[in-house]
């Protein structure tokens, strides 16, 4: 007998399955939330890869659960599936972990250990997936209906807990503990790699208390075969064949009628289905442009607080607890006494619309975004922007271009980068540079799509000018990007928090990445004495800021210029983006589960339920082809999803118009009547199975 939980009808053995589900989602999302940063800055792929492998892992993640079912019913059983894929859950995790330890192997080693950790997670997280919530429900007796169903809640629950305890401490992990040098992503990756053997090993621990059903064989392979078995025998068809009303119908001569009703009845679901996608391809960007995003944006709340760009995945975890019973308890019945017939496939539509209005916000943002990003330079030009060291103001032409037509201020912040015309790939141009009357001349060689800093600087034997490339790209993490120009005598030794920098006399340092923050009292070391601290002042999100240090009454002062600007949109107008893409989720996601369980019968729901997670796979694949395929303007792409959805939404609520909701119980009812009996002919069924129309649909949304 099952044992139960302190006198209730719950059996104690629900206790390990919520545990195991709640770390399994937590290391899936934990892993999950960090990964676009991963490829990003760890494995140096530019945004589009990263975005592109993103959503290819995402897919397989979703495909894979047709494997795990099949696996499950026709094999080994729930039980044995979920022990054996989760060993290769973990398997995948450990090698993800090693794969962000830089001092193992190569960039070659590090790609191939991720790619294969990635495979083997996706087939693990996959594969148990149909598997984890159907052994839970299991544990019920039939007669425990109520039960069953709050079960179902705080499974959810667990998930959504998971999710978004994840996405909170694993960027935490990333980006505030250090490790190799650098953010330590071996962290970020090992943490969701021991919730995973937690959750294997608890799974395990309840191994005697589960109710197990044996493996009953798989009715999607069934369905398959029952499809082409059909698709077969009309094309062999001769012309002596009788003509049947439906092309399953060739399939009688096999398969039961009641399997061809039902196979029938799914079909009608799956065509609504084929629009769908469209939603998941906006949907799972929260991941990958939407964290690309949110680099380049100012993430300080405050004085105090500082948002890591991987953390605001979490507010979907977040407002999706929040938004389900306001919408279940308050909106869906208010919306009712306004008269208003609510059917889920209408509450489909408007979350599609919703979504796209989600990503029109994110249009919005990512045009302001873009205004303190550096443009490159095209094909037979070049940047250029000057520092006037040379004590007064000078006057700078380069060849026949004329970038700067006002002078040139001592220590002047240059306002932006000018362009300068080469023509060709590069080009030696004459710099010309005015001082107290005087006209200097230097030669420079500049190099088309390049950006260059002028040093413009007075010595005894007139003025010298010196050319350096810039880096114009905002860092991967939002990080500002620092470096020193050391005008005084001495060699200096600069620590800007974690960061070193050794800075020659006359020399420009190398850019570095350093953490955002207030630097008043910076310490120095010079090669001949001490040196008093540095007051850098605030340095910013997404900025890149060249120091030049002078000699001034016998003692080294900062002169901070800022080469690319700060991040100037606060990543808080992210949250009306989040809020929508959630609401958006609530009304299609949660109802379409709804939806398509409510419409098939009862040994279908699986495979309407295998069917339903294949639409997230592809709609995965959409995000894929537009990110390595388009080639467009951030801005640009989601304006153009956007578009897209809001078509598809057109087509789906045409095709929504013409569906008709059916009873699946009814179909039950037919042939519990006519059990005993011989089966009507095709006609009588046709009629029966007509009367199982209905009209009148649920306007709730379940957990």
Not at 480 to 505: H, M, Q, W, Y
Not at 604 to 616: D, E, F, R
């Amino acid at each position: 007998m099952t044992k139960k939980l302190c006198g209730t009808n719950y059996p104690t053995s629900i206790c390990f399955i919520v545990v195991n589900e709640f770390c399994e989602r937590f290391s899936y999302y934990g892993m999950k939330a960090v990964l676009t940063l991963y490829f990003l800055t760890y494995l140096k792929w530019d945004r589009d890869l990263s975005t592109a492998i993103y959503h290819a892992f995402s897919s397989l993640c979703y495909f894979t659960p047709i494997l795990g079912a099949v696996i499950a019913d026709s094999w080994l059983g729930k039980f044995k599936t979920i022990i054996y894929l989760s060993i290769v859950y973990v398997i995948g995790h450990v090698v993800k972990s090693v794969a962000a330890i830089p001092t193992v192997g190569n960039t070659d080693v590090h790609i191939s250990l991720s790619m294969v950790g990635l495979i083997l997670i996706a087939f693990g997280t996959g594969g148990i997936k149909p598997c984890v919530a159907a052994l839970g429900g299991d544990q019920f007796e039939e007669e425990n209906v109520t039960e069953r169903q709050k079960f179902f809640s705080i499974f959810y629950m667990s998930i959504n807990a998971g999710s978004l305890l994840s996405t909170i401490i694993t960027p935490m992990l990333r980006g505030d503990v250090k490790c190799f040098g650098n953010d330590c992503y071996a962290l970020a990756f090992g943490v969701p790699a021991i919730l995973m053997i937690v959750a294997t090993v608890v799974f395990f621990a309840g191994s005697g208390l589960y109710k197990r059903t044996p493996p009953q064989g798989n009715v999607l392979l069934e369905v398959c075969n029952c499809i082409g078995f059909a698709i077969k025998k009309r094309s062999k068809r001769s012309k002596h064949d009788p003509p049947r009303k439906h092309w399953l119908d060739w399939a009688e001569d096999k398969y039961s009628k009641r399997l061809i009703q039902e196979i029938k009845m799914v079909l009608r679901v799956l065509v609504l289905f084929i629009p769908l996608p469209m939603f998941w391809a906006l949907f799972d960007q929260q991941g990958s442009r939407w964290t690309l995003q949110a680099t380049r944006m100012n993430m300080a709340f405050g004085d105090s607080f500082v948002i890591k760009p991987d953390q605001m995945q979490m507010l979907n975890a977040l407002m999706i607890l929040l938004f389900v019973p306001i919408f279940d308890l308050i909106l869906y019945p208010l919306v009712g006494l306004c008269r208003i017939k609510i059917t889920p496939l209408r509450k489909m539509a408007v979350g599609m619309i919703i979504a796209a209005l989600a990503f029109g916000a994110a249009t919005v943002v990512e045009v302001n975004v873009v205004e303190t990003v550096v443009t490159p330079a095209p094909a037979g030009k070049c940047l250029l922007q000057a520092y006037n060291l040379a004590g007064g103001d000078v006057n700078v032409t380069v060849g026949s271009n004329n970038p700067f037509p006002a002078p040139i201020r001592h220590l002047q912040d240059p306002p932006q980068y000018e362009t300068v015309t080469l023509g060709e790939t590069s080009k030696n141009l004459t710099i010309q540079v005015t001082f107290n009357g005087e006209t200097s001349e230097c030669l420079q060689k500049f190099e088309e799509k390049k950006a260059y800093s002028l040093i413009v600087d007075s010595v005894i034997t007139g003025i010298q000018c010196k050319l350096v490339e810039d880096n114009i790209q905002k860092s991967d993490d939002g990080n500002p990007f620092l470096r020193f120009l050391n005008k005084g005598p001495d060699a200096i030794t600069i620590l800007v928090g974690d960061v070193e920098f050794f800075v020659p006399s006359g020399v420009m340092s190398l850019n570095k990445s350093v953490s955002r923050g207030e630097y008043p009292h910076v310490t120095c070391t010079l090669a001949s004495g001490t040196c008093p601290h540095l007051n850098l002042g605030l340095l910013d999100f997404g900025a890149s800021y060249t120091v030049i240090l002078m000699e001034e009454s016998g003692k080294l002062v900062p002169h901070k210029m800022e080469d690319v600007q700060a991040n100037n949109v606060h990543i808080a107008w992210q949250i009306p983006q989040y809020v929508l893409i959630t609401v958006g989720e609530v009304m299609f996601s949660i109802t379409g589960l709804e939806f398509s369980y409510s419409q098939a019968p009862a040994n279908m729901k699986s495979v309407l339920q295998a069917c339903w997670l294949l639409t997230v796979a592809f709609g995965n694949v959409i995000v894929l082809i537009v990110a390595e395929g388009a080639g467009l303007e951030q801005w640009i792409e989601f304006l153009l999803f956007a578009g897209m959805l809001l078509g598809v939404c057109i087509i789906f609520s045409i095709m929504a118009s013409f569906y008709t909701y059916v009873d699946p119980s009814e179909l039950d009812k037919i042939y519990l009547e006519d059990s005993g009996k011989e089966e009507d002919d095709h006609d009588d069924l046709k009629k029966m199975t007509d009367d199982m129309e209905l009209n009148k649909t649920g306007k709730s949304t379940r957990l």
